[in-house]
């Protein structure tokens, strides 16, 4: 299982703490914090996200990014001026780079009623100096960031509710321009990056099918709609979640209803190299958006503690 991938470094919230846990890829089943941060005081915590060297945390409230030291002295503080007292609908989120140079931080500014456009913004990890900042044209709710592996570059998803979802891609050259492309599609959720980097995975906003696309570029490689997966689409969807369990295996995750109204949920194998099928894998979750898939041949649960369980395929089998 160990594909000679670094540790990854993953957080949760628990009781007003963000605890960092590192994923080894030698380290199997539950996981324990390797640091546990405390936010400033009154602040609730949207999103954070820890340093590869477990020394400082990020992380947005309503109304700010932070950054902290491990001890929880402050390092920088960016505020999302104007102030906005609108509690529920909007959710910012940041992210790292891959090289932990850069914080991105999404800001859902209309529906805050801060803004009459959305923000993506950049800031120097060390300074939090605002390095760039971008208008987005969206109205969303919240947004997910999945950083390049290899290019520096950083993908975010942006779901607008109804009215769909938005993929656009950021990245700052080696001559310090930035340069952002939004993709051609109004109505795809980025679900996850390849492991390598060469392709990513999205869904249907309506969750008819599912799509695997070429990096950077978007060209769709192959899609597969519900009924290749031997369901009926008019009453069973692809779910918002799954992602790379290795780097040429997919997982799909279909749910429906039943006429008893119990809903149900299986997680399909793709073979991303052909679009081939290969059976279904259980693993392991009690809802459809439970399993993180890692992309080495492992993923992530959730334990009955709420501290993450880190799975792999001789642990459960396919079918």
């Known amino acids: 299982m160990n594909s000679g991938r670094p540790s990854k470094v993953i957080t949760r919230h628990h009781d007003g703490l963000i605890h960092a846990y590192v994923v080894d890829p030698d380290t199997f089943g539950p996981l324990e914090p390797a640091v546990v941060f405390r936010p400033r005081a009154g602040d609730a915590v949207e999103e954070s996200v820890v340093r590869p060297d477990l020394e400082r945390v990020v992380y947005t409230t309503l109304n700010e990014v932070v ?7 402050p390092v920088w503080v960016s505020d999302f001026a104007p102030h906005s007292d609108v509690r529920h609908g909007h959710r910012p989120g940041c992210s790292l780079s891959q090289d932990g140079r850069t914080v991105w931080v999404y800001r859902p500014d209309v529906m805050a009623q801060r803004r009459v456009a959305d923000q993506w ?26 950083p ?11 779901g607008e509710g109804q009215d769909g979802a938005v993929v656009l891609r950021g990245v700052i050259g080696a001559d310090g321009v930035p340069r952002f492309v939004t993709y051609p599609w109004p109505d795809r959720c980025l679900i996850d990056l390849a492991p390598g980097g060469q392709q990513f995975m999205t869904v249907d906003h309506e969750q008819g099918d599912v799509a695997f696309h070429d990096h950077p570029s978007g060209d769709v490689r192959f899609t597969l709609p519900v009924d290749a997966f031997g369901h009926d689409p008019d009453d069973t969807y692809v779910e918002w979640s799954g992602g790379y369990l290795t780097p040429d295996i997919a997982v799909v995750t279909l749910g429906g209803e039943r006429e008893d109204e119990e809903e149900w949920f299986r997680h399909h194998l793709v073979d991303v190299r052909t679009g081939a099928l290969l059976g279904e894998i259980d693993l392991d979750v009690s809802h459809p958006y439970e399993g993180e898939p890692l992309g080495d041949g492992s993923w992530l649960t959730e334990g009955a503690d709420g501290h993450p369980v880190r799975r792999s395929l001789p642990t459960v089998g396919l079918s």
């Open 121 to 146: 913004v950049v800031y120097d990890a060390d300074s939090g100096e605002v390095l760039t900042r971008r208008e987005v044209d969206t109205a969303g709710h919240g947004g997910v960031h999945l």
């Open 67 to 73: 950054c902290l030291t491990r001890s929880g002295d």
């Open 148 to 158: 390049h592996p290899t290019d520096g570059s950083v993908y975010l998803t942006i």
